[in-house]
Structures are given as structure tokens and as C-alpha cells.
């Protein structure tokens, strides 16, 4: 799970609902940066697993000058979790923001509040000087995955893509690849590596209108993350909800992590804003998370899964 902020206060939560393990944001490029999350995960009997959010790579996603420089910052940063022990590392190649919306206060099941995106109200100027194409795209991620597989690989650390939130090219005046099941698959071809992998976000998938169960099982063990969630809609329009009242057979999403012999890490994605909660945005709120844990833990345990 992910807890924001990461308190002491989310992580006991978190501990108590049964949670393992926790994926925290980019904390700094320093080895104590790291071994302080670490060690403020280990304190409530929780391994920290996965980092995503906040990497400081938006230069090679960007192709600007000044790449290098995010590329020796990144090597660091991997060689780090190496030592500590966490394993995956979530990105994405999305040149600006991890995910867009043009509404976080659309009222879901009872007044809780989720967020919504719909083309037809997205209205932000093109950014300037970035790259449009997608063979931009497709050249700076080769430049980043030559670079970084043999260091992951030698640091035990794997990679997993994130894909375009929401998957639409291009937005900003910039291109997003990772908008289908096609760029998913250039991915894998582009490195055999074990570290090369996706992060299946159940909830883009569903955005983009495919089968969700039956794209988990075609992507088998290049899967090395999953978000799990869901939305009602497929762009260019459709919102988040809860995870038991989205268009996709959830039970049958996990039953295909299961088939594909999935032991990798999983946790809820953008969930509802409930009753009373402040502070953090839409989709980050904690209590929605509780109520997700629990309905993932049932669906495993159904499938007679730990
Ligand atoms: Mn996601």
C-alpha cells in the first residue's frame, strides 16, 4: 500500500489491515535519504517494496539537455535500493504529470468524492519545445533502458512501467506511447532483461477499453507491479470509483494474477475521498484504501490465495 503522507499514523493503519508491504515516493537521491524510509517502514513490522512518484528523470522522458545528469541521479538512486533491499521501481514515460484529470469532486456512491477525466473539458496550453513524436518517445526510452537494465539487473532492482493516466496521445502537446497494448508489447521487445518490465494499473487498462483479465494473462511474468482499480468509462471520458462498482470483473482480474503464478507486489490505486477526509488529493485520501485492502484480501482468499 501506499500511505500519503507517510506517517506514523498511516503506516500503523496500514499494519493493522493486514498490509506487508509499502510503496513510498522518491525520497532523495542520498542512501540515508532511503534508509530513513526504510527504517520508518521496518519500525511497523512492513517491508518496504517499491518506489514510485516524484523520480527525477522528467529530462530523459523530456530528451532535453541535462539528461545525463537525471541519468547519474538515477543510477545512484538504483544502485540504493539495490543495497536496501527494494526490489521494484515504478515508472513512467509521460512527459509531464503522473496522471491528469479535469475533475476531482465528482460525487460517487453516497457523496464520496472521485475525480474525472473527459477530453472534451481539458483545456491547458501545449508545452514548449518538448518533443511531439512519438519516435522522440521511443528514442529517450531506449537511451534510459540501455543505461539502466545492467544496473538494476546488478542491483536486484526491477523496472515496471506505468502507463499514460489517461491513456491519450498526445496531451500537452506531447506524445504518450504507453496509451495501448501495442506499445506494451515494443516494450518487452526492446530488453529480455528481468528487470524490464510492466506495471499493470488495472485501472489504465480499463480506461483504455480492453479486457482486463485477459491482458494480465497475456502479459504473464512481464508483469513486475500491479495497481489495482477500476473506472466506469473508456476515454476520452470516465471516472474512478470504488473497487466493487467499476466495469471490470475484479474477481476475475485477480483469478488471472493468480493463473499467471503472480507473486509479485500489488496495491490499490486511486481510491474514493469518503466522509470527513481532508488534505491530501483526490484518489490519495487513506480511508478509501482500508476499504480496498479489505476487498482485495477477500478476493484473494476466495482463490485460496495468502
Ligand atoms: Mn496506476
Redesign the pocket.
Same mark, same amino acid.
Given at each position: 500500500m501506499v500511505c500519503t503522507p507517510l506517517s506514523d499514523e498511516n503506516l500503523r493503519l496500514a499494519a493493522q489491515i493486514g498490509v506487508t508491504d509499502i510503496v513510498g515516493r522518491y525520497p532523495g537521491n542520498e542512501f540515508e535519504d532511503l534508509q530513513r524510509m526504510d527504517d520508518q517502514v521496518a519500525k511497523f513490522g512492513m517491508k518496504l517494496s517499491v518506489i514510485e512518484g516524484y523520480l527525477p528523470m522528467d529530462r530523459i522522458r523530456l530528451g532535453q539537455p541535462g539528461r545525463e545528469e537525471d541519468m547519474e541521479t538515477m543510477i545512484k538512486f538504483v544502485r540504493n535500493m539495490g543495497k536496501l533491499d527494494v526490489p521494484v521501481l515504478c515508472y513512467h514515460f509521460v512527459g509531464r504529470d503522473d496522471?491528469t484529470r479535469t475533475s476531482w469532486n465528482v460525487e460517487d456512491r453516497g457523496g464520496a468524492l472521485v475525480s474525472e477525466f473527459n477530453l472534451d473539458d481539458f483545456d491547458a496550453p501545449d508545452d514548449e519545445g518538448a518533443p511531439t513524436t512519438d519516435d522522440h518517445a521511443w528514442v529517450g526510452l531506449e537511451y534510459f533502458l540501455n543505461v539502466i537494465l545492467p544496473v538494476a539487473e546488478d542491483a536486484g532492482v526491477k523496472l515496471a512501467m *506505468?502507463?499514460a %493516466?489517461p491513456p491519450i496521445s498526445p496531451l500537452y502537446g506531447l506524445s504518450r506511447v504507453f496509451c495501448d497494448v501495442p506499445a506494451f508489447d515494443r516494450l518487452c521487445e526492446m530488453s529480455d532483461s528481468p528487470s524490464n518490465g510492466i @506495471?499493470f @494499473? #488495472? #485501472? @489504465?487498462f480499463s480506461e483504455m477499453g480492453v479486457d482486463v483479465p485477459a491482458t494480465i494473462r497475456r502479459f504473464g511474468d512481464r508483469i513486475t507491479f500491479a *495497481?489495482f482499480?477500476d473506472v466506469v468509462g473508456v476515454v476520452p471520458k470516465f471516472q474512478e470509483t470504488f473497487h466493487d462498482k467499476g466495469q471490470t470483473d475484479m474477481a476475475e482480474a485477480m483469478r488471472a494474477y493468480k493463473d499467471i503464478g503472480y507473486t509479485g507486489l500489488m496495491r490499490p %490505486? *486511486?481510491v474514493p475521498r469518503l466522509e470527513g477526509e481532508q488534505g491530501e488529493g483526490t484518489g490519495y485520501s487513506m480511508m478509501g484504501r482500508l476499504f480496498a485492502v479489505g476487498y482485495m484480501r477477500g478476493l484473494m482468499h476466495a482463490l485460496g490465495v495468502k
Amino acid at each position: 500500500m501506499v500511505c500519503t503522507p507517510l506517517s506514523d499514523e498511516n503506516l500503523r493503519l496500514a499494519a493493522q489491515i493486514g498490509v506487508t508491504d509499502i510503496v513510498g515516493r522518491y525520497p532523495g537521491n542520498e542512501f540515508e535519504d532511503l534508509q530513513r524510509m526504510d527504517d520508518q517502514v521496518a519500525k511497523f513490522g512492513m517491508k518496504l517494496s517499491v518506489i514510485e512518484g516524484y523520480l527525477p528523470m522528467d529530462r530523459i522522458r523530456l530528451g532535453q539537455p541535462g539528461r545525463e545528469e537525471d541519468m547519474e541521479t538515477m543510477i545512484k538512486f538504483v544502485r540504493n535500493m539495490g543495497k536496501l533491499d527494494v526490489p521494484v521501481l515504478c515508472y513512467h514515460f509521460v512527459g509531464r504529470d503522473d496522471w491528469t484529470r479535469t475533475s476531482w469532486n465528482v460525487e460517487d456512491r453516497g457523496g464520496a468524492l472521485v475525480s474525472e477525466f473527459n477530453l472534451d473539458d481539458f483545456d491547458a496550453p501545449d508545452d514548449e519545445g518538448a518533443p511531439t513524436t512519438d519516435d522522440h518517445a521511443w528514442v529517450g526510452l531506449e537511451y534510459f533502458l540501455n543505461v539502466i537494465l545492467p544496473v538494476a539487473e546488478d542491483a536486484g532492482v526491477k523496472l515496471a512501467m *506505468h502507463p499514460a %493516466d489517461p491513456p491519450i496521445s498526445p496531451l500537452y502537446g506531447l506524445s504518450r506511447v504507453f496509451c495501448d497494448v501495442p506499445a506494451f508489447d515494443r516494450l518487452c521487445e526492446m530488453s529480455d532483461s528481468p528487470s524490464n518490465g510492466i @506495471c499493470f @494499473c #488495472g #485501472g @489504465c487498462f480499463s480506461e483504455m477499453g480492453v479486457d482486463v483479465p485477459a491482458t494480465i494473462r497475456r502479459f504473464g511474468d512481464r508483469i513486475t507491479f500491479a *495497481h489495482f482499480r477500476d473506472v466506469v468509462g473508456v476515454v476520452p471520458k470516465f471516472q474512478e470509483t470504488f473497487h466493487d462498482k467499476g466495469q471490470t470483473d475484479m474477481a476475475e482480474a485477480m483469478r488471472a494474477y493468480k493463473d499467471i503464478g503472480y507473486t509479485g507486489l500489488m496495491r490499490p %490505486d *486511486h481510491v474514493p475521498r469518503l466522509e470527513g477526509e481532508q488534505g491530501e488529493g483526490t484518489g490519495y485520501s487513506m480511508m478509501g484504501r482500508l476499504f480496498a485492502v479489505g476487498y482485495m484480501r477477500g478476493l484473494m482468499h476466495a482463490l485460496g490465495v495468502k
